[in-house]
């Protein structure tokens, strides 16, 4: 039988779905992509009127509010020692090309709202804010803190939680809602790996290459500039007449080859789901040079490879399986080529293994390549049968009516930087994928979220520990 309290948030949040929607309309419009650093705004204007906005929201309902300089902020409600805190990010990706509808339009198409944040992670933010104010309405006496905390850095370094757990307190218990249904129970560990190599001089000579966002989306759109001698110009020239890549395009300029590929954004994480446009220009350039050059352009196509195999990193275990790894950025920077690789590895391996292993790897090459590590973020892992975990999949089957297993993710959640922290699920089937075009979720949804959300906090501040 339900429990009367459970039943009583849900209808709560069902009679204020439409406040839902309009707040989550607003949130979203909000173009919060990080730009550059002011006071009180360290992540850019639009992140400090996103975070003011939620602030706003709290201070109206009564929540006690806290604003940390910008980084983040958060709302609470409740006495006693045990704090549940929800972690949603207001911060989202840049947007790329392709987009039908506005970007930040928040724009309602058929049953789906549309717009960048609309999955990740501002839908699932407000639903989450709305549970929790559902719990204030309905049972505010429960003898715990509840806190909704809204992050600005989650995309780009997690500084805005490096900052919170600096002077705030941690949670009891914390989900994070962004990942999937019913939680993911381990994370893996996420390491930026930078490699460096000189620009190819000689007869097929690399002048420059640029393509990426940021490291945990494939990357979409790549250029490349080589400047080619007399030597050779007819063996490329024979090579240009039977080029195959539809998704490669070049021109001439003068004596330098101006080549430009498309490709499809993903995240990081899946970079198997997306289409490197990297890897498109490195294999486009392996196919025309003349052989003076084909080692060098193997060695960059290789790097691209999705398994790490390319820097001598792949690699998997029985809890999280395979490695992956994602050519995020590259950027010429004076006479060397700079290629940045987000690295997902499996949950039992060190980032300081990992790092060695592609070090000695990268000495097996024809070429110098130098290895900078710039970000190395550990895994999580909680038993199947922690009380966080068992409480978050028993409220998902009694919801859903589906019995799943805890997951295992290749993505970041704020999770992993928190203690005593999961992450939850979003969406659903036909919602859309984070870091794609077009990100999309279904209102219907948004609302059913928010309810779910309600349950799990209630069942959070209950249980015993």
Same mark, same amino acid.
């Given at each position: 039988m339900p429990d009367p309290i459970v039943s009583q948030i849900q209808d709560w949040l069902r009679a204020h779905e439409s406040e839902l929607l309009a707040d989550t309309q607003t949130m979203l419009r909000f173009a919060s992509i990080e730009g550059a650093s002011v006071p009180n705004a360290?992540?850019?204007?639009?992140?400090?009127?996103?975070?003011?906005?939620?602030?706003?929201?709290?201070?109206?309902?009564?929540?006690?509010?806290?604003?940390?300089?910008?980084?983040?902020?958060?709302?609470?409600?409740?006495?006693?020692?045990?704090?549940?805190?929800?972690?949603?990010?207001?911060d989202v990706v840049p947007v790329g090309e392709g987009w039908k509808h506005q970007p930040f339009g928040a724009e309602i198409d058929g049953d789906y709202i549309y717009s960048?944040?609309?999955?990740?992670?501002?839908?699932?933010? %407000?639903?989450?804010?709305?549970? %929790?104010?559902?719990?204030?309405?309905?049972?505010?006496?429960?003898?715990?803190?509840?806190?909704?905390?809204?992050?600005?850095?989650?995309?780009?370094?997690?500084?805005?939680?490096?900052?919170? %757990?600096?002077?705030?307190?941690?949670?009891?218990?914390?989900?994070?809602p962004d990942s999937g249904y019913p939680c993911y129970h381990a994370e893996k560990g996420i390491a930026d790996l930078v490699t460096i190599v000189?620009?190819?001089?000689?007869?097929?000579?690399?002048?420059?290459?640029?393509?990426?966002q940021r490291p945990n989306i494939v990357i979409d759109a790549c250029e490349a500039n080589v400047r080619v001698a007399d030597s050779v110009r007819k063996h490329v020239d024979g090579k240009l007449?039977?080029?195959?890549?539809?998704?490669v395009k070049w021109e001439w300029l003068d004596d330098?080859?101006?080549?430009?590929?498309?490709?499809?954004?993903?995240?990081?994480?899946?970079?198997?789901?997306?289409?490197?446009?990297?890897?498109?220009?490195?294999?486009?350039?392996?196919?025309?040079?003349?052989?003076?050059?084909?080692?060098?352009?193997?060695?960059?196509?290789?790097?691209?490879?999705?398994?790490?195999?390319?820097?001598?990193?792949?690699?998997?275990?029985?809890?999280?399986?395979?490695?992956?790894?994602?050519l995020g950025i590259v950027e010429t920077k004076g006479t060397q080529l700079s290629l940045l690789t987000n690295v997902r590895y499996p949950v039992t391996w060190k980032g300081e293994e990992l790092a060695q292993k592609c070090r000695d790897f990268l000495k097996t090459l024809t070429?110098?390549?130098?290895?900078?590590?710039?970000?190395?973020?550990?895994?999580?892992?909680?038993?199947?049968?922690?009380?966080?975990?068992?409480?978050?999949?028993?409220?998902v089957e009694e919801e859903t009516g589906e019995t799943r297993a805890p997951g295992v993710m290749g993505g970041g959640t704020y999770a992993r930087a928190i203690p005593n922290t999961v992450s939850i699920g979003t969406g659903w089937e036909g919602d859309g994928k984070a870091h794609e075009t077009d990100e999309r979720l279904k209102v219907e949804h948004l609302f059913k979220m928010s309810r779910i959300y309600g349950h799990i906090l209630y069942r959070l501040a209950t249980v015993e520990l």
């Open positions: 360290p992540f850019g204007k639009e992140n400090r009127e996103a975070l003011d906005f939620a602030l706003s929201l709290c201070d109206r309902w009564g929540f006690k509010t806290k604003d940390l300089e910008g980084f983040a902020g958060w709302g609470e409600f409740g006495s006693g020692d045990r704090l549940v805190v929800s972690l949603g990010h207001l960048r944040g609309a999955e990740d992670d501002k839908g699932p933010t %407000m639903a989450s804010l709305y549970a %929790m104010r559902a719990l204030k309405e309905v049972c505010p006496d429960l003898g715990v803190r509840f806190r909704q905390v809204f992050g600005c850095d989650e995309e780009s370094g997690f500084l805005c939680v490096e900052r919170y %757990m600096k002077t705030e307190e941690a949670p009891t218990l914390g989900i994070a000189d620009l190819l001089k000689g007869e097929f000579e690399l002048l420059e290459v640029s393509g990426g007449a039977d080029a195959w890549d539809a998704n330098v080859l101006i080549v430009k590929a498309k490709g499809k954004a993903a995240h990081g994480s899946t970079p198997f789901a997306g289409d490197n446009a990297a890897t498109r220009v490195f294999r486009f350039l392996l196919d025309i040079a003349p052989l003076s050059a084909e080692r060098y352009f193997q060695e960059l196509l290789w790097l691209t490879h999705p398994s790490g195999v390319g820097l001598g990193i792949h690699g998997r275990d029985d809890v999280s399986q395979d490695l992956t790894s994602n070429h110098k390549f130098e290895l900078e590590v710039v970000r190395d973020s550990p895994s999580l892992y909680f038993p199947l049968d922690h009380p966080l975990v068992k409480t978050i999949c028993e409220v």
